[in-house]
């Protein structure tokens, strides 16, 4: 996940949801490094699995 205030990408792969509170510590906690990190990867994650998905079509 890039900021998109900081010039980020607008796309799914690069967002996640967050509550008021998990947004607050990933902007100013003394852990936003590591919790950004981490969903950066859990974003692309789920975007990969949604792409999957649509790649493969319906299930029977």
Same mark, same amino acid.
């Given at each position: 996940? /890039? /900021?998109?205030?900081?010039?980020?990408?607008?796309?799914?792969?690069?967002?996640?949801?967050?509550?008021?509170?998990?947004?607050?510590?990933?902007?100013?906690?003394?852990?936003?490094?590591?919790?950004?990190?981490?969903?950066?990867?859990? #974003?692309?994650?789920? /975007? #990969?699995?949604?792409?999957?998905?649509?790649? /493969?079509?319906?299930?029977?």
């Amino acid at each position: 996940m /890039d /900021d998109h205030a900081q010039g980020g990408r607008d796309h799914p792969g690069a967002m996640i949801a967050l509550c008021p509170n998990c947004h607050a510590n990933k902007t100013r906690g003394a852990d936003r490094s590591a919790l950004r990190e981490r969903l950066r990867c859990v #974003a692309q994650m789920l /975007d #990969a699995a949604v792409v999957q998905q649509e790649q /493969d079509g319906p299930r029977p």
